[in-house]
């Protein structure tokens, strides 16, 4: 953690919980045990439930110490024949932040690299904070490929960003291979793919990529968190199955205030 970078806790919700009335709860329960704590929090629910989890909250907010609404994806266009889909337009009203990339989405639904930079782009001119998630698959990193795929994902995702200084830009570090395992990470491991991040990001904008916040993801929870945000430049977490529970988020929301000291 570095003190000049505010640390960055986001939830993702995935495929759950089971009802609204859980998401309303869950995001009640996280806004009000994430109150006051000098941190950006930011829960992502499914889609179908962002107004009304938005709504449960008194709206979101990028204020530390307030509780931001994430969407897990987001199309690219505005509007148009694209059935299933929502428009960054529409995302806007009731979000703050849009996790692009995540592997999932990569690995299922055909998410292309080529997708995942114009969804970024769309997503600052939207005013929606891109969270582009990369990482590497178990067989890439058992070949060696691990830094190699971290930058060709990279330089994809802000290919087409004019900028990187004011886009609000943050990136989740996600290896694959940890994301649901147990399997979290070193800090180690965290740290050498933030730092190579953040070195890529500097070659266009020096000022620009020591704004922006890179994340660790991957079977992060309260008992490893610490471990990520001692690195120097991990800024924060975007947690899965722990985002769940509304004192563990909690918790790793103030490992993450507690490191950057
Ligand atoms: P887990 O924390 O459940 O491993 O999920 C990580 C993730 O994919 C967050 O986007």
């Known amino acids: 953690m570095n003190p000049s970078r505010p640390p960055l806790v986001a939830g993702n919700w995935k495929m759950h919980p089971a009802s609204v009335e859980l998401a309303v709860s869950l995001a009640v329960n996280v806004r009000d045990a994430v109150a006051g704590l000098a ?144 399997d979290a990470a070193s800090g180690e491991d965290a740290q050498a793919a933030a730092a190579q991040i953040r070195s890529i990001l500097a070659e266009s904008d020096p000022g620009g990529a020591a704004e922006v916040a890179i994340l660790y993801g991957g079977s992060c929870t309260p008992d490893n968190a610490a471990e990520f945000f001692a690195e120097p430049d991990v800024d924060g977490a975007l947690v899965g199955g722990a985002s769940l529970d509304a004192a563990s988020f909690a918790q790793i929301v103030q490992l993450a205030v507690e490191a950057r000291g």
Do not use: F
């Not at 996790?99 to 005013?127: M, P, Y």
């Open 39 to 182: 941190a950006r929090s930011v829960v992502c629910p499914p889609t179908i439930w962002l107004s009304t989890v938005a709504a449960a909250i008194g709206g979101g907010s990028t204020e530390p110490g307030r509780l931001a609404i994430g969407a897990q994806t987001v199309h690219a266009e505005e509007a148009g024949p694209y059935t299933g889909e929502t428009s960054p337009l529409m995302v806007a009203e009731v979000a703050q932040y849009v996790i692009l990339g995540h592997s999932e989405r990569r690995q299922n639904d055909n998410e292309t690299d080529a997708a995942v930079a114009t969804k970024v782009a769309s997503a600052v001119v939207h005013r929606l904070v891109p969270i582009a998630a990369i990482g590497e698959r178990a067989d890439e990193r058992r070949a060696g490929l691990t830094a190699t795929v971290i930058e060709r994902q990279l330089r994809a995702a802000i290919s087409r960003l004019p900028r990187i200084a004011g886009s609000g830009l943050v990136v989740a570090y996600e290896p694959v291979w940890a994301i649901g395992t147990g």
